[in-house]
C-alpha cells in the first residue's frame, strides 16, 4: 500500500488544472473582443441605416417643394416613417457602452491570461505551496473580473473558438513571433 505524496503526480495535475484554467481564460477573453467586434459593427449598420433615410426623407420632402410630385413625396414619407421605427426601436439600445463593457472586459481578461501564462512558465522552478497560492490568487482575481464584465454569448464562442481553433488567432508558429523583435534581441541561430 502506498499513500506517499507523490508531488511529480501532483505537479502534473496541477500543471493540466493550469492548462485548462488558461484555455478557458482565453476563449472568454477571444468570445469578448469577437462580442465587441459584432455589436461595433451593428451599430455602425443601423447608423448608416439612419442617416440614409434620413437623407431620403428630406431629399423626397425637398423634391416634392420643388418638383410637386405625389411620388416623391410618398417615397420621402415612408423613409421618414421608417426612419422614425428604428429611432423608436433603438431607442433603448447602448450598442456602444455595450460594446465599451466587453472590450474592459477582455482587456482585464488578457492579464490573466498573461498570468497564467508565466505560472505555468514558472512552475518547475518554485514550490508547490507557492503554485498554489498563485492559483487561488488568480481564480480569486478572475471570479472578480467575471462579476463584474458582461455576460458572453453562444455565438460569441463560437466565433472564438473558430478563430482560436481553425486561424490559430493568439497563436504564434515556431519562430514567428521572434520576428517581431528587435534584431538585437533575436535568439542567434
Known sequence: MHNEFDEKEYREKLRQQLVEAHGKVEY??????KINDRIVCWDKVLRMIQIILTAISTGGFL????????ALSWIGGVAAA??????????????????????EAADALWQIREAYISLLTDMDAIPVGEVVQKRD??????AEIYKHAPGTDRRGYKTAKKALVN???????????EKFLPT???KKS
Open 63 to 70: 423634391a416634392t417643394i420643388i418638383s410637386n410630385q405625389t
Open 28 to 33: 472568454t477573453y477571444t468570445a469578448h473582443h
Open 167 to 177: 486561424e490559430d488567432e493568439q497563436t504564434f508558429y515556431e519562430g514567428e513571433a
Open 184 to 186: 538585437s534581441l533575436r
Open 137 to 142: 490568487n488568480l481564480t480569486e482575481k478572475l
Open 82 to 103: 421608417l426612419s422614425l421605427g428604428l429611432n423608436l426601436y433603438t431607442k433603448d439600445f447602448k450598442l456602444f457602452e455595450s460594446a465599451q463593457k466587453h472590450k
